[in-house]
């Protein structure tokens, strides 16, 4: 199997040098993946000003109706494109099943003219959506499959004109086991990527495989470490969360993220939180901000990465 074999790849990304506590990166753009529509609502509610909010659409329902909600409550939108089927289509994808879709997304966003970030493929180098690399209904399990679609579609959409820019995102891990297949093995291009995300979670008891709640820092560094040397684009956060079993301390985990992020890594530009609960396979995970000292340590944390890399932009 492929991930076998570049396992040896990962010590040389892994030991990259980390930043320097003193180093200042850019100003960082916080927002939040949420069904809410109302971004002044949501901003009351956690009492910041919200960068952005991600919403999710299968590729076969894009509205740009959607984007335009948000965009006249002047917040940038960010689009989770989901080529959602119940059978593994990297190669439909790339054969340009969902091109007219595409394109007629495309045609409005030109008409309107106004910049909306598209996310496509994400997590693509799991095993638990469709469009994955290690999706078990995937016969090839080949990262190559995974950059020909991504690299098609970024095409599809340069070609209708619209205002689009791109991200790439991989997940911490490739399945629920935690291996880790060197992040450079599924990485499309710089031609093709606006900024590259990572998503990172404290999943403790989610899964059985998740026993033991872990830090930001400890989940999120080492996939860091080889974004940082495999690319100069900018690198996002894709979603972060926690929740609150075997003993983890939500606002405690949430104010030492924030922290985490504001010395250890200059070269983040984006975070989301992921403010959506969900239950699976019977077990809440509780994603979101729910109570009154979640929303507090959030604000906390916010304020002060503005604070410290926002003070002088």
């Not at 993946?33 to 919200?50: F, S």
């Not at 974004?227 to 900018?234: D, G, M, R, Y």
Request: aromatic letters at 12%; one cysteine or more; a neutral charge.
């Amino acid at each position: 199997m492929l991930r076998c074999f570049f396992l040896g790849v990962l010590a040389f990304f892994v030991t990259a040098a980390p930043a320097a506590a003193s180093e200042v990166g850019p100003c960082v753009k916080v927002g939040i993946a949420t069904r809410a529509n109302d971004v002044k609502e949501q901003e009351a509610r956690l009492g910041v000003k919200i960068d952005h909010i991600v919403k999710f659409q299968p590729v076969q329902k894009l509205s740009w109706n959607n984007m335009v909600h948000l965009l006249d409550q002047g917040v940038t939108p960010i689009l989770n494109i989901e080529f959602r089927e119940d059978y593994a289509n990297l190669a439909d994808i790339t054969n340009g099943k969902y091109d007219a879709a595409l394109r007629e997304f495309g045609a409005k966003a030109k008409l309107d003219g106004r910049l909306v970030w598209l996310r496509l493929l994400h997590e693509g180098n799991g095993g638990w959506y469709n469009w994955s690399v290690y999706y078990d209904k995937n016969p090839r399990q080949n990262p190559e499959d995974l950059k020909a679609a991504y690299r098609h579609v970024v095409q599809v959409l340069r070609e209708t004109g619209g205002n689009f820019k791109f991200q790439f995102n991989l997940n911490r891990y490739n399945d629920d086991k935690n291996s880790m297949v060197p992040l450079v093995v599924f990485y499309p291009g710089d031609d093709v990527v606006d900024m590259f995300l990572i998503t990172s979670y404290n999943r403790v008891g989610t899964t059985k495989e998740h026993a033991e709640w872990s830090t930001f820092k400890w989940d999120f560094d080492g996939a860091y470490q080889q974004a940082i040397a495999l690319t100069k684009k900018p690198i996002g956060i894709a979603e972060v969360s926690t929740t609150t079993y075997a003993g983890t301390d939500k606002p405690a985990w949430i104010r030492d993220a924030f922290k985490s992020i504001t010395e250890n890594y200059p070269r983040v530009t984006e975070v989301t939180w992921f403010s959506i609960n969900k239950t699976v396979n019977d077990v809440l995970w509780d994603w979101d901000l729910n109570t009154a000292a979640d929303i507090a340590a959030f604000r906390e944390g916010v304020t002060q990465l503005r604070a410290a890399r926002c003070k002088a932009h």
